[in-house]
């Protein structure tokens, strides 16, 4: 039996005007990203030791030189850290005020990619890459930790798109300076990629159209001085304020550790093929439609029609960035720049593929679909043997470990057991139901030719996945954070007592965040504080184990956070009675007084 869909016809939805459609774009985005930024607590690792640098900025009111707990940290660029501080003025130190700046970004870039799909394919295709973007996995899942990904990803956006219509006289020359700035704005976000990864990708396209006379259009001579004008002033301001800082920000943090030479070496590399291939969950559901973006590609090699030149472009800027980071050591959000891309070429792709009634449209319908079925069937099966199993108080307590996948992002997927889904039944319930019910009737809807109602119910399926993907990461939230561990120091902690972390301090730094004082960390002078514990004003927070020993038996109160699996060993220094206040998540605090 065959199945044939009617080409889409154009709806009153079509004719809406653009405001209408960013509207509700922005609504649909909001209510994701705005309504997910007051919960869980800020997680241990980069989240909450990003978090600490921007609330040291407000607290210290230098915003030149990033500090975490005292200590110089050169690795970043400020501009993130700039909107977070500023968002603390407004919110305090909070969760909400943490992630605001990175909602607003994804906010944004989705607005973006709507005005760039808009003019490269249609009022649809613009409105389903928005769609893309918003709903896009990747993109929730890389904003749950504060990284500028997000913000930079907006800026190339915008940048790609004034190049473009300047590049084909659709804009006054005097806009190419909006592309300046927004190359500037993306060095002061991310570093050297702000000009790489749009060098690398207009070099190309320009090399492939034949267009380098249009390169006048772009007022280089000028537009170069304006991008100086704007990126140069924090970089020889921090070049001032720190000693051997040209050496570690621009040798050290981007040549060194795109070699894999970066000291200290402190991050692992992600597989090449996963590297590739995980793109299509990071822009999962939309990315099923892909294949309607790979048809016509020999009309790519020196396109002359503004529409193949525009596919071309989208290509290029997929290739560049994802083939960028395939030489060099990578994680997995590295090539986050490329996400808008890949849904300009998933959101006009499918457009095209409606319009001209491709069976692939409906085919990648049907593909969701099953995937949908499958993994609410998988989920129901899970939920089915974990009935009779009794809750466990702590998530960490029906967990394994498999630390050799932990360099993914979706690693500790892994460690989840069937007991772990007698804890998670409300989310895992309500994920299996949303997607096999809602794929299964978007699915339904297209193969009656509601194509334009599809879609729309494929992103509400996934904004209410997503929903309950957060409730199940607030269900991690002792075995991710440390905050509750925070809560039980600050309960009893007094003028003048020490709290100590052990080891680095990106192993608790909700601990750092959360209590109004510096921490001093037991054999932790490594990874991100190591060079900046070095200079001659770095605060004497880092011990070892004869210090540790000799204030377990001093006068002053003294914490002590551990990682479970690390206490044996502190145990045999300090070989003194050690007090457990609280555990959480395989976590404890200890004190040297009851």
């Known amino acids: 039996m065959t199945y044939s869909v009617a080409p889409a016809a154009e709806t009153g939805f079509d004719r809406l005007s653009p405001r209408t459609h960013l509207l509700l774009l922005v609504l649909f985005t909001a209510l994701i990203y705005v309504g997910s930024a007051w919960s869980p607590s800020l997680q241990d690792d980069a989240d909450a030791a990003h978090a600490e640098a921007a609330r040291e900025m407000v607290e210290r009111g230098d915003w030149v030189t990033l500090h975490i707990n005292g200590i110089r940290y050169l690795e970043k660029a400020p501009l993130l850290y700039w909107a977070v501080a500023a968002s603390y003025k407004l919110f305090g130190f909070t969760e909400f005020g943490t992630r605001l700046p990175l909602a607003l970004g994804a906010i944004l870039l989705v607005g973006a990619v709507y005005v760039f799909g808009r003019w490269m394919a249609g009022a649809r295709a613009g409105f389903y890459a928005g769609l893309a973007v918003a709903s896009g996995l990747g993109v929730y899942l890389f904003t749950r930790i504060m990284i500028p990904e997000v913000i930079l990803s907006f800026f190339l956006t915008v940048a790609f798109y004034v190049f473009l219509k300047v590049y084909f006289d659709e804009l006054d020359s005097r806009w190419a300076y909006l592309f300046y700035a927004c190359m500037a704005a993306a060095v002061l976000t991310k570093g050297l990629i702000g000009i790489v990864f749009p060098g690398g990708v207009l070099f190309v396209f320009v090399l492939l159209t034949n267009g380098w006379r249009r390169l006048w259009q772009l007022r280089p001579i000028s537009g170069i001085l304006l991008f100086l004008l704007i990126a140069a002033p924090w970089h020889l301001l921090a070049i001032q304020r720190n000693e051997k ?299 070892g184990d004869a210090e540790i020993a000799q204030l377990w038996r001093g006068q002053q109160r003294v914490f002590l956070f551990t990682h479970d699996n690390d206490f044996a060993k502190v145990q045999r220094v300090i070989q003194a009675e050690m007090f457990r206040l609280a555990t959480a998540g395989e976590k404890s605090v200890y004190s040297n007084k009851p």
């Open 245 to 543: 800082f040209f050496w570690f920000y621009f040798i050290n943090e981007h040549f060194l550790r795109y070699l894999g030479k970066r000291y200290p070496v402190d991050y692992d590399t992600v597989p090449l093929a996963s590297f590739w291939l995980l793109h299509l969950v990071w822009l999962f559901p939309f990315s099923v439609f892909l294949p309607l973006a790979v048809q016509r590609l020999r009309a790519l090699w020196r396109p002359v029609a503004r529409e193949e030149q525009l596919r071309l472009f989208a290509w290029l800027w997929v290739l560049v960035v994802i083939g960028f980071f395939s030489f060099s050591t990578r994680q997995e959000y590295y090539t986050f720049p490329a996400f808008p891309a890949v849904a300009l070429l998933a959101g006009t792709g499918l457009a095209r593929g409606e319009r001209i009634s491709s069976r692939w449209a409906l085919g990648g319908q049907a593909l969701l679909a099953g995937l949908g079925v499958l993994i609410g069937a998988v989920l129901g099966y899970l939920l089915w043997v974990s009935r009779n199993v009794t809750p466990a108080a702590d998530i960490s307590e029906a967990l394994t470990h498999n630390p050799e996948n932990y360099k993914l992002a979706l690693g500790h997927m892994s460690d989840l057991t069937v007991d772990a889904f007698a804890i998670l039944r409300v989310p895992a319930a309500g994920a299996a139901v949303a997607l096999a019910l809602g794929f299964g009737v978007a699915f339904l809807l297209r193969l009656k030719g509601r194509a334009l109602h599809a879609s729309l119910l494929t992103a509400v399926t996934t904004a209410w996945f997503i929903y309950f993907a957060h409730l199940a990461l607030g269900v991690f939230d002792p075995y991710l954070s440390s905050k509750p561990l925070a809560n039980a120091i600050r309960q009893r902690l007094a003028s003048g007592d020490l709290v100590v972390i052990n080891g680095e301090y990106q192993g608790g730094s909700s601990i750092g965040f959360y209590l109004p004082q510096k921490v001093l960390l037991l054999n932790g002078r490594m990874t991100g504080l190591e060079f900046g514990s070095y200079y001659p004003d770095a605060p004497q927070v880092f011990i």
